[in-house]
């Protein structure tokens, strides 16, 4: 703390100097004022953490049917998934075996985590790549960012940035699946009076892997700016819009041995007994996000910049119900002529209509020696939900629309940082960076099953950083020590409500080590990082979901992740390229309980079972994962590409049981990209790419909930989610 307390006066005094005037040409001045929000954020070449990025060049290479996860999946310790089993709907991640909700994400500073469940739904926002300039991914702690804290990782993203001249592409895909992929757009350029305009629509289509993982999503980007030497005017709008078919449920490995391909959801018998499908079983959201970013330079060495931020989402999933109690949704039994019905099909929407509203100013400062950023922000969500019944078959006076229930949540978020990187001497450089957070958060109202959620609670966090890097020449070591706390999630305080237990569920708390070394020559380049990521009051998955597909979680005293990150790039030959990377990691939980609940013959919950494990396995936390890619440049403008992913085992609960675990998988793609310059100008660049290229049977997520009854027979309930075989997309772009 001491050391702390020294930096930070460090810090405080560089912002109090008087910063030295001194001209700049107008182009670097308009890169920096369009990065200041970005970099404030962002780990540089001596933060000592652990990060990865990927540039446009290397975004645009990637298949169009995947999403961001899917993108970043050969990352260090990256796992990603697919609901409908071929990257296009409902996709995930997992870092260092972190779930979605302890990864934090931005774009363009501003928080894209829901801040209720703290996850990022992609599918909600799809063809990010389009638009999309670069993308940061910083495991562990990281550096001090906007939004829920990062309790696995941190990814930054940024919108592309106005060209100096006009231009238009279109890109055209189909893949497997019945997969169809359109995205356009144009741009002016950077006018003479600095005016510039840019614009990307896309939309893409598929049948899904998996029978109802149907998409149809759409997206539009578009930016209107003003530059100048001295200030950049943005105004952001990202609409984005999605059906997509249910795809949450899972299937068990019986039903996986008979159909790979089925999926549960919407089925229901008719009368003779035969088995129908609900047409309209999907899942339907619409987002709308408007960011007004303003930043001016009041000199080479200081700059600032902020951004207002709204949020726009409403939607809604559908679903038939087979056979449902009246009176689980608040109404009387239905008399129908001479017969009286307290049970009925039933078609049922739940629905969500939000408000998202955020400030964040930023300063940048930088002197000889001293690198230093300071920012604030706020967020405010607004939130309802309501569930409504739309149809029934047994129908006497229900009415249209019938709103069973409705809640509210409302979140406040306000932080605070200041962060600097000091060099001391040549080799030396000193990293601190100190944060403060406030959450207000409220819930409102009865839940579907009419238990009352009220309820608020305030949480005040201190999140202090520091390290250290030392530069050798070409190599570079450094180390650091963060501290980062995390709220609950709605889901886990409405289960806690429902269960009483509200008081028992606690922030978490992470203490961070990293340490490494970083080379970088001609040819080659190398880094290694040991994490050893040590948690309190740890929040992990049960093996449990919602009815709605959230991970149902607990939290468990002591528990931790250690491990060891390798990568390499090596370029040999002008046409010849490696690339790898493997973690190697334990992620334990010490004197763990489970408490397997106990049913009598009626499925009567009689009591729970406590079972004790004095250290056990997080689930979803492989001990291994790596990758490796060959490229190859054999002609002018061409490449091949050949990669091979690795995943080991994963538990699907905390029991390290082996029959409920994921098995480890290994897949390989390969990508082919051509390139040629037509007249005028223009160019047209060719893509092939192949996933699963040895059509490897697997499954990679899932979920399961393990019972017993009282006489001893135990029960097992799972969902897993399979994978598509080798599958296959082509893209053409066009460039002009």
């Known amino acids: 703390m001491k050391k702390l307390t020294l930096l930070s006066g460090v810090i405080l005094f560089t912002f109090l100097s008087q910063p030295h005037i001194s001209g700049q040409n107008t182009k670097t001045e308009e890169t920096k004022l369009d990065s200041v929000v970005i970099e404030a954020f962002r780990a540089g070449k001596n933060t000592p953490v652990s990060y990865s990025s990927k540039n446009r060049e290397e975004i645009l290479k990637s298949s169009p049917a995947h999403s961001v996860p899917m993108i970043l999946s050969l990352l260090p310790s990256v796992v990603s998934s697919s609901e409908g089993g ?30 209720e469940s703290q996850e990022v739904f992609w ?37 592309i940035h106005p060209n100096s001249d006009a231009y238009a592409v ?22 003479e009076k600095g005016f510039s305009f840019d614009v990307r629509f896309s939309r893409n289509t598929t049948d899904g892997y998996i029978r109802n993982a149907k998409a149809d999503v759409k997206s539009l980007f578009a930016s209107a700016g003003y530059h100048t030497p001295k200030n950049s005017i943005k105004l952001n709008y990202i609409y984005g819009d999605q059906k997509t078919g249910i795809t949450w449920e899972g299937i068990s490995r019986e039903q996986m041995a008979l159909d790979r391909r089925y ?28 960011q007004f970013v303003y930043s001016h330079s009041f000199s080479e060495k200081l700059l600032f910049s902020g951004t207002f931020h709204y949020t726009k989402g409403d939607g809604y999933y559908e679903n038939y119900k087979s056979n449902r109690k009246f009176s689980s949704y608040g109404l009387p039994s239905q008399t129908l002529g001479a017969n009286t019905y307290s049970r009925s099909d039933i078609i049922i929407r739940q629905a969500l209509d939000n408000n998202y509203y955020a400030f964040n100013g930023t300063l940048k400062h930088n002197l ?39 809640n509210s949540g409302y979140k406040g978020d306000l932080s605070a940082f200041v962060r600097s990187e000091v060099s001391i001497g040549d080799h030396f450089v000193a990293y601190g960076d100190l944060q403060l957070r406030r959450v207000n958060y409220s819930l409102r109202g009865d839940d579907k099953d009419f238990v009352s959620l009220n309820w608020d609670r305030v949480y005040s966090f201190f999140n202090p950083k520091t390290g250290i890097t030392v530069n050798t020449g070409a190599g570079q070591f450094y180390a650091s020590v963060a501290i980062g706390h995390k709220e609950p999630s709605r889901s886990d305080i409405k289960e806690s409500v429902k269960a009483q237990k509200a008081s028992d569920i606690t922030p978490e708390r992470l203490t961070d080590y990293e340490m490494g070394y970083r080379l970088a020559v001609k040819n080659l380049s190398l880094s290694a990082n040991l994490f050893l990521m040590e948690y309190r009051d740890q929040l992990v998955p049960t093996g449990r979901l919602s009815e709605t597909g959230y991970v149902i979680k607990e939290n468990v005293d002591k528990s931790y992740r250690r491990g060891l990150e390798i990568t390499a790039s090596w370029r040999p030959l002008n046409l010849l ?28 919950l009689i009591s729970q079972r406590q079972v004790t494990y004095s250290k056990t396995d997080i689930s979803f936390s492989p001990s291994a994962t790596g990758m490796v890619m060959v490229t190859i440049h054999p002609f002018a403008n061409t490449t091949f590409s050949l990669n091979g992913k690795y995943v080991g085992k994963q538990y699907l609960d905390n029991t390290s049981n082996e029959g409920k675990s994921v098995p480890s998988y290994f897949l390989t793609g390969f990508s082919a990209t051509r390139s040629f310059e037509l007249k005028g100008n223009r160019y047209l660049d060719l893509h092939f790419f192949a996933d699963n290229l040895l059509n490897k049977m697997y499954f990679s997520n899932g979920w399961i909930y393990s019972a017993e009854f009282t006489n001893g027979t135990p029960y097992i309930e799972e969902g897993l989610y399979p994978q598509a075989g080798i599958n296959f997309t082509v893209k053409a772009s066009l460039r002009f």
Request: glycine share 12%; net charge negative; no cysteine.
């Open 577 to 604: 390229s490696f690339d790898g990377n493997i973690t190697i990691s334990s992620n334990k939980i010490l004197d763990y309980t489970q408490f397997l609940d106990q049913f009598d013959s009626y499925w009567n």
């Open 170 to 191: 279109a890109d055209f895909g189909a893949g497997s699946y019945n997969t169809f992929l359109t995205s356009i757009g144009a741009g002016t350029g950077i006018s």
């Open 86 to 115: 071929n990257g296009l709907g409902y996709s995930s991640m997992r870092i260092r075996g972190s779930e979605g909700s302890r990864i934090n994400v931005t774009l363009n500073g501003i928080s894209l985590n829901d801040s």
């Open 263 to 290: 999926n549960p959801a919407g089925e229901y018998y008719d009368a003779a007994g035969n088995p129908r499908y609900y047409d309209n079983e999907t899942d339907n959201y619409t987002q709308h996000h408007l």
């Open 123 to 159: 599918v909600n926002i799809p063809s990010f790549s389009s638009f999309i300039q670069d993308i940061q991914v910083q495991r562990g702690v990281g550096t001090s960012t906007n939004g829920p804290g990062a309790f696995g990782a941190s990814i930054n993203m940024r919108t």
């Open 368 to 406: 000889e020696n001293v690198s230093s950023a300071a920012g604030i922000s706020y967020s405010y969500y607004d939130g309802d939900h309501f569930g409504k019944v739309l149809w029934a078959m047994y129908n006497g006076n229900v009415p249209n629309d019938f709103t069973w229930y409705i």
